[in-house]
T-cell receptor, first 116, second 115 residues
Framework: LAKTTQPISMDSYEGQEVNITCSHNNIATNDYITWYQQFPSQGPRFIIQGYKTKVTNEVASLFIPADRKSSTLSLPRVSLSDTAVYYCLVGDRGGGIMNRDDKIIFGKGTRLHILP | DSGVTQTPKHLITATGQRVTLRCSPRSGDLSVYWYQQSLDQGLQFLIQYYNGEERAKGNILERFSAQQFPDLHSELNLSSLELGDSALYFC??????????????FGEGSRLTVL
């Protein structure tokens, strides 16, 4: 799995757009980028996944440049309830041969604190 | 509701004891993953099973063991418990055996407190 680097913490204010960037210099051709959100004492929840360019859903947008060595999770108009830890993961979603060393590593994520 | 069920939700025990945490994956999911999360720490991957077989292993202590049964539920056994084993233990499931880029569905966790 490609190693990811993301900021340890970020602060923002309600109503603002928040962008969290993740670096993954060693991303492989078959790798997808996936973001999870975790609230205190809860299990992580899938937010969005993408391979290249831009992906948007009802919760967030994911921007991936052409070289795919980084990605940016964009949360539009955040509220206090968006305070959580956000994890960036990079890995192969492709079918076919099973990788027996496929450890899904979350890392420490980015702790996002939304202020009123 | 993710569809993944973990029991018990809370567990308090003493050092040296043994506990078993149980996980029922989403209907149709073949893979089960176990994670440990200590206070203010990231999620530490412990082990993954796919359709009854061990698929990947993380930093799981020798005092810990797990298995996945024919009905696909999984159990994580923690023995000779130490204070440092106090943590939230999460179970996740996925359809495929390899889901590093796919979606994992997490349970609500089992909070273990070792006194």
């Amino acid at each position: 799995l490609a190693k990811t680097t993301q900021p340890i913490s970020m602060d923002s204010y309600e109503g603002q757009e928040v962008n969290i960037t993740c670096s993954h210099n060693n991303i492989a051709t078959n790798d997808y980028i996936t973001w999870y959100q975790q609230f205190p004492s809860q299990g992580p929840r899938f937010i969005i996944q993408g391979y290249k360019t831009k992906v948007t859903n009802e919760v967030a947008s994911l921007f991936i440049p052409a070289d795919r060595k980084s990605s940016t999770l964009s949360l539009p108009r955040v509220s206090l309830s968006d305070t959580a830890v956000y994890y960036c993961l990079v890995g192969d979603r492709g079918g076919g041969i099973m990788n027996r060393d496929d450890k899904i590593i979350f890392g420490k994520g980015t702790r996002l604190h939304i202020l009123p | 509701d993710s569809g993944v069920t973990q029991t018990p939700k809370h567990l308090i025990t003493a050092t040296g004891q043994r506990v078993t945490l149980r996980c029922s994956p989403r209907s149709g999911d073949l893979s089960v993953y176990w994670y440990q999360q200590s206070l203010d720490q990231g999620l530490q991957f412990l082990i993954q099973y796919y359709n009854g077989e061990e698929r990947a292993k993380g930093n799981i202590l020798e005092r810990f063991s797990a298995q996945q049964f024919p009905d696909l539920h999984s159990e994580l056994n923690l023995s000779s418990l130490e204070l440092g084993d106090s943590a939230l233990y999460f179970c996740a499931s996925s359809v495929e055996g390899r889901a590093s880029g796919g979606e994992l569905f997490f349970g609500e966790g089992s909070r273990l407190t070792v006194l």
